[in-house]
């Protein structure tokens, strides 16, 4: 399971009234790259794609690539807003190493 945290939850509710575009939910993912070899990729989604998993995180549809799931289970996406700067944040129990920036991780 992939979870949104209350004030990530809040924020994407704000977001997704606020887009003009139809938009279904938040795709939810990883990609190869970075500097401990997977990235995080959050964006808006009009509708699931083929072999997604849609997860409802309090009103809020999330879909994940099969692929991307198995990286991800037990994830926690939060949204910090701090005098650093504000963002979605990665707290990924599978994660064996993360980079100084908290965006790439490794297995």
């Given at each position: 399971m992939i979870n949104l945290s209350e004030t990530a939850?809040?924020?994407?509710k704000t977001m997704l009234a606020?887009?003009?575009q139809p938009t279904e939910g938040l795709r939810v993912g990883v990609k190869g790259g970075g500097c401990s070899g997977f990235t995080?990729?959050?964006e808006f989604a009009e509708a699931a794609n083929k072999g997604d998993?849609?997860?409802?995180c309090d009103g809020v549809k999330v879909f994940v690539d099969s692929k991307s799931y198995l990286y991800?289970?037990?994830?926690t996406v939060d949204y910090?807003?701090?005098l650093a700067g504000a963002g979605f944040k990665f707290e990924n129990?599978?994660?064996?190493?993360?980079?100084?920036?908290?965006?790439?991780?490794s297995i």
């Open positions: 939850t809040a924020k994407v606020e887009r003009t995080y990729f959050l998993r849609e997860l409802d991800l289970m037990g994830t910090v807003d701090s129990p599978n994660a064996r190493r993360t980079c100084g920036c908290g965006e790439s991780f």
